[in-house]
T-cell receptor
Framework: GENVEQHPSTLSVQEGDSAVIKCTYSDSASNYFPWYKQELGKRPQLIIDIRSNVGEKKDQRIAVTLNKTAKHFSLHITETQPEDSAVYFCAATLNRDDKIIFGKGTRLHILP | NAGVTQTPKFRVLKTGQSMTLLCAQDMNHEYMYWYRQDPGMGLRLIHYSVGEGTTAKGEVPDGYNVSRLKKQNFLLGLESAAPSQTSVYFC??????????????FGQGTRLTVV
């Protein structure tokens, strides 16, 4: 089945700097890669996603890139702000398994 | 529009007791999932369902059972609770898993402590 690895587990960046979180997946047939943000004590919520026919997608300060050949995708947050502090999860899905498999998460700390 | 609602929000069980967690969604989603979240372990899939009357095992199914008798409800059962099942449980639902739309909507979580 699909396996998703996520790095780093913890990331601290100075406010205003950029943050990058990386994920790799094992099944080359995976075709949808969402990113979820979970604030302390709250439920995970989708922040951005990318599909296998696209290499890059951007939404204001966040962007996601996908390298299908290498089977990895990354989340980029620019001009980080205090409200970006949260746990971020990557995930991968493929039609035949009907499952959404998550990475173990990255705890992002934005330092003042 | 309530989205995904979990009941209860908190529960403390004694070892060996049983309980059922209820997940209800009002978005007419076909797929529903139960995850557990432990510190440093992320979200691990327990069981999932691709439609009414169907269930399937996820990554960590042992010690849990599920039922999907109605499309809008997905029940997670613990027959004999163990301290290792202390965790935060999240239910999620998504539309039919297709190429273009598999966003998952999560419930608010259930914090379960087994003593």
């Amino acid at each position: 089945g699909e396996n998703v690895e996520q790095h780093p587990s913890t990331l601290s960046v100075q406010e205003g700097d950029s943050a990058v979180i990386k994920c790799t997946y094992s099944d080359s047939a995976s075709n949808y890669f969402p990113w979820y943000k979970q604030e302390l004590g709250k439920r995970p919520q989708l922040i951005i996603d990318i599909r296998s026919n696209v290499g890059e997608k951007k939404d204001q300060r966040i962007a996601v890139t996908l390298n299908k050949t290498a089977k990895h995708f990354s989340l980029h947050i620019t001009e980080t702000q205090p409200e970006d502090s949260a746990v971020y999860f990557c995930a991968a899905t493929l039609n035949r398994d009907d499952k959404i498999i998550f990475g173990k998460g990255t705890r992002l700390h934005i330092l003042p | 529009n309530a989205g995904v609602t979990q009941t209860p929000k908190f529960r403390v069980l004694k070892t060996g007791q049983s309980m059922t967690l209820l997940c209800a969604q009002d978005m007419n989603h076909e797929y529903m999932y139960w995850y557990r979240q432990d510190p440093g372990m992320g979200l691990r899939l327990i069981h999932y369902s691709v439609g009414e009357g169907t269930t399937a095992k996820g990554e960590v199914p042992d010690g849990y059972n599920v039922s999907r008798l109605k499309k809008q409800n997905f029940l997670l059962g613990l027959e004999s609770a163990a301290p290792s099942q202390t965790s935060v449980y999240f239910c999620a639902s998504s539309p039919v898993s297709g190429i273009w739309d598999t966003e998952a909507f999560f419930g608010q979580g259930t914090r379960l402590t087994v003593v």
